[in-house]
């Protein structure tokens, strides 16, 4: 038996008993005659106490910290004096015999030492062993384990879907698998189930989850790895309100397992709200900052800046803020909008109990009608910006909002929402043709398609679930009738021969009696990352790539043989 307890299990009313641990050296400390080792697993830490006349008090000279060891023991109190808040904090095991399990070599860093990434990545398995990164994964766990008992509860079935699929690039890149038995063909891993999970409902299903891995070769970000985890929902007969009741209160249950509580309703916004109130499809509300439209206060402004904007039914937009300002800060901000196109922002504040600004004399009026409009005070700032396209000026002064929320604002807490009414179409620059926002498979306001909306203002039964500025999971109601959704192929300029080789097989099943069905899906790393206030994915991750794509432990993407390339018939370009 290696052990009869964990490292974090014991407690006082354990005194007395004959024990059995085992795990890794934490820390060792010699006071000059008794020695005390603090031993860890992924249960917690116990102090042993080694003292001069036990049998095993020399060995204590052979080990070293990360060692693996078995220790024997009797439980006792600790001293009140020598009492710690953490959970075994009150007992400590006096050892009667030790037994090395395992040496370890002198470690690159010991778990939680203050390493770089890149480091704590080549030796995720240390890394790991940090207590903190393992409660990150034990909360990752427990939110999956929830999701399944919730949803199960409720009907549903959880039903695998092929890795190995066919190449649908409608969205980011896929991933490319070469098959070795039909040479010059290829597999891609799915960007997501999402046309699996459609042909379970017109299979009859009626309610589908899969906790599952997708891939998306794109570029990466914080919030973004080529491989992460989905919570994928499908269900029939449902319209979005339906979804969105199952989905909040899903997303409630699994918070509440970790004890988080989030709202009892989630507050609902159209897209065209949130991207004119904040700038941003994903708002993070606790920042406050909501922007406001200026354009009025300034129509009769003289100021060159301004008018030639306005001349060219531009607008002004700005929102009040209580952060420090200086001309440097502004000089700052300004270099920061240019990137997005603007040409730099406007400012003023109220120091003294009076405006204060380097444009004063051109604005006062202006400035002073805003400052009573929106109830400045001392101290406070207001940020203004102008530009001829409104979708670059709320874009700017959003990624602006962020930028200092991020800086000078102290949140805390879940703010959850609903972001509705999404535009069903987006402008492709690079392929100069419109695109599915979402994916091609959502089902667009059909009124707005027979009464000759611009194609731009078609709107989506799409919603977003965002959670403190992050969209933690989307999902429409989908398409399900095949003329629709041929329509919409032809709308974001798919050929009939080109819908037929990337979809056929959906196209023919979508002529064999189709429910009204609609779906989400959950980013489990997100939902995770929130969970555990981390703002990077990779630490809710066990094995994760770095922002180049690659994996320190293993060295992937790496070189394969020659003849591993000739099975698959493939020859690199020099």
């Not at 939680?112 to 480091?119: Q, Y």
């Not at 903190?132 to 409720?154: G, V």
């Not at 929902?233 to 997303?251: G, K, P, R």
Request: hydrophobic letters at 35%; charged letters at 30%; a negative charge.
């Amino acid at each position: 038996m290696y052990r009869t307890h964990t490292c974090g299990e014991l407690r006082t009313s354990d005194e007395g008993k004959v024990v059995v641990l085992s795990g890794w050296i934490d820390r060792i400390r010699d006071l000059g005659g008794v020695k005390f080792i603090v031993l860890r697993d992924r249960y917690g830490k116990t102090q042993v106490v080694v003292n001069p006349d036990s049998p095993v008090y020399s060995m204590v000279n052979e080990i070293s910290r990360e060692d693996v060891i078995q220790i024997e023991g009797i439980v006792r109190k600790r001293p009140q004096e020598a009492v710690t808040p953490e959970p075994t904090g009150e007992i400590e095991v006096v050892a009667s015999n030790l037994k090395i399990l395992s040496k370890s070599a002198l470690p690159p860093f010991y778990p939680g030492d203050d390493v770089s990434e890149e480091m704590r990545l080549k030796y995720r398995y240390l890394d790991i062993r940090n207590q903190k990164m393992m409660n990150n994964l034990i909360i990752r766990h427990k939110l999956a384990l929830s999701t399944r008992e919730y949803l199960s509860n409720q009907g549903f079935l959880e039903i695998e879907t092929p890795y190995l699929t066919k190449s649908t690039p409608e969205g980011a890149r896929d991933f490319l698998v070469p098959s070795r038995l039909k040479k010059g063909n290829f597999y891609a891993l799915p960007q997501s189930p999402q046309l699996f999970k459609q042909i379970l409902m017109i299979s009859g299903i009626d309610k589908y989850f899969q906790i599952v891995r997708c891939f998306r070769d794109e570029d990466l970000r914080a919030d973004r790895q080529p491989e992460f985890t989905q919570i994928d929902i499908e269900m029939s007969f449902v319209h979005m309100e339906d979804v969105i009741n199952l989905a909040e209160n899903l997303i409630r249950y699994i918070y509440a397992s970790i004890g988080i509580q989030l709202p009892e309703k989630f507050d609902r916004i159209s897209f065209e709200e949130a991207m004119e109130k904040y700038g941003s499809d994903k708002p993070d509300r606790r920042y406050g900052m909501e922007m406001v439209d200026l354009t009025d206060t300034f129509k009769k402004s003289e100021f060159k800046i301004v008018k030639d904007v306005l001349e060219k039914s531009g607008s002004v937009k700005g929102f009040k803020a209580s952060i420090p300002m200086s001309r440097k800060i502004a000089d700052e901000y300004s270099e920061f909008v240019k990137t997005f196109g603007l040409g730099g922002i406007l400012w003023f504040r109220i120091e003294n109990g009076q405006l204060s600004s380097t444009t004063l004399k051109y604005l006062e009026n202006e400035y002073r009608e805003i400052a009573s409009k929106y109830n400045l005070s001392e101290g406070d700032v207001f940020i203004l910006a102008a530009h001829d396209d409104r979708e670059r000026l709320n874009e700017a002064l959003g990624a602006l909002r962020l930028k200092i929320g991020k800086q000078h604002v102290k949140v805390s807490g879940f703010d959850a929402l609903w972001v509705i009414d999404f535009p069903f179409l987006e402008w492709n620059e690079e392929e100069q043709r419109y695109v599915a926002r979402h994916h091609p498979f959502t089902m667009p306001y059909l009124e707005d398609l027979e009464n000759g909306v611009e194609l731009s203002k078609v709107r989506a039964h799409a919603y977003d679930m965002v959670i403190n500025g992050f969209e933690v999971g989307g999902g429409s109601i989908r398409i399900h009738n095949r003329e629709i959704q041929e329509k919409v192929f032809d709308i974001i300029g798919l050929t009939k021969e080109e819908a037929k080789e990337k979809f056929g097989f959906f196209l023919e099943a979508l002529q064999y009696g189709v429910p009204p069905h609609g779906g989400i899906a959950f980013g489990l790393d997100r939902l995770t990352a929130i969970a555990t206030g981390v703002d990077n994915i990779r630490e809710v991750i066990a094995f994760p790539k770095t922002s180049s794509g690659t994996c320190p432990l293993t060295n992937a993407p790496s070189t394969v043989t020659q003849f591993q390339l000739d099975e698959l018939g493939i020859s690199l370009k020099q």
